[in-house]
């Protein structure tokens, strides 16, 4: 089946701790993205990928890395920095100008 | 800064309504504008438009593009419990990336 995932589905994350939600996609899509949606508001960009070893920092990067060693992968990591991490974390990924095509979301809840 | 807005914000109606959704945008170096459909988790594509005045039709919905005007509507006819969900607009833009700008989306809520 061909598609993107998402890991894991719920993540809790305690004061100070770093935390790592996975992407993956075998759409052999070029480009891959990292949206925040917080309740009444549109998604915004956090980090995106063109193409592999490279990503650029979207609208609202601070407090996140991201890595892209693979064409498949592009996880994201929640830093201890970013102070209201609490949200619903969608991935995506597309062909180089192409429409982009979401993963099922990982909801991230701060203890 | 580019800019997508939505209205409605939210619209209730009764089944078998016909609705229009509105998406008015500014962005710089404007390519495509994307509607999709969010019900519980993943926004799902629905459509792609790229060329003024020409409609794009799947089922019982609809979109067109004025590129004059900057926007965009959404319709959808004899409208079933199946279509409350948010739908969301987006504009991609800017210079040699495939950025996508959203709006705030409007939540649709279908009364059976």
Same mark, same amino acid.
């Given at each position: 089946?061909?598609?993107?995932?998402?890991?894991?589905?719920? +993540? @809790?994350?305690? #004061?100070g701790q770093n935390?790592?939600?996975?992407? #993956?996609?075998?759409?052999?899509?070029?480009?891959?993205?990292?949206?925040? &949606?917080?309740?009444?508001?549109?998604?915004?960009?956090?980090?995106?990928?063109?193409?592999?070893?490279? @990503?650029?920092?979207?609208?609202?990067? #601070?407090?996140?890395?991201?890595?892209?060693?693979?064409?498949?992968? @592009?996880? +994201?990591?929640?830093?201890?920095? &970013?102070?209201?991490?609490?949200? @619903?974390?969608?991935?995506?990924?597309?062909?180089?100008?192409?429409? &982009?095509?979401?993963?099922?979301?990982?909801?991230?809840?701060?203890? | 800064?580019?800019?997508?807005? *939505?209205?409605?914000?939210?619209?209730?109606?009764? !089944?078998?309504?016909?609705?229009?959704?509105?998406?008015?945008? !500014?962005?710089?170096? =404007?390519?495509?504008?994307?509607?999709?459909? *969010?019900?519980? /988790?993943?926004?799902? =594509?629905?459509?792609?438009?790229?060329?003024? %005045?020409?409609?794009? /039709?799947?089922?019982r919905l609809s979109?067109?593009?004025?590129?004059? !005007?900057? =926007?965009?509507?959404?319709?959808?006819?004899?409208? *079933?419990?199946?279509?409350?969900?948010?739908?969301?607009?987006?504009? %991609?833009?800017?210079?040699?990336?495939?950025?996508?700008?959203?709006?705030? %989306?409007?939540?649709?809520?279908?009364?059976?």
């Amino acid at each position: 089946d061909g598609g993107i995932t998402q890991s894991p589905k719920y +993540l @809790f994350r305690k #004061e100070g701790q770093n935390v790592t939600l996975s992407c #993956e996609q075998n759409l052999n899509h070029d480009a891959m993205y990292w949206y925040r &949606q917080d309740p009444g508001q549109g998604l915004r960009l956090i980090y995106y990928s063109q193409i592999v070893n490279d @990503f650029q920092k979207g609208d609202i990067a #601070e407090g996140y890395s991201v890595s892209r060693e693979k064409k498949e992968s @592009f996880p +994201l990591t929640v830093t201890s920095a &970013q102070k209201n991490p609490t949200a @619903f974390y969608l991935c995506a990924s597309s062909i180089r100008a192409g429409t &982009q095509y979401f993963g099922p979301g990982t909801r991230l809840l701060v203890l | 800064e580019d800019k997508v807005v *939505q209205s409605p914000l939210s619209l209730v109606v009764h !089944e078998g309504d016909t609705v229009t959704l509105n998406c008015s945008y !500014e962005v710089t170096n =404007f390519r495509s504008l994307l509607w999709y459909k *969010q019900e519980k /988790k993943a926004p799902t =594509f629905l459509f792609m438009l790229t060329s003024s %005045g020409i409609e794009k /039709k799947s089922g019982r919905l609809s979109s067109i593009l004025d590129k004059k !005007e900057l =926007f965009s509507i959404l319709n959808i006819t004899a409208t *079933q419990t199946g279509d409350s969900a948010v739908y969301l607009c987006a504009v %991609g833009g800017g210079f040699g990336n495939e950025k996508l700008t959203f709006g705030t %989306g409007t939540r649709l809520t279908i009364i059976p």
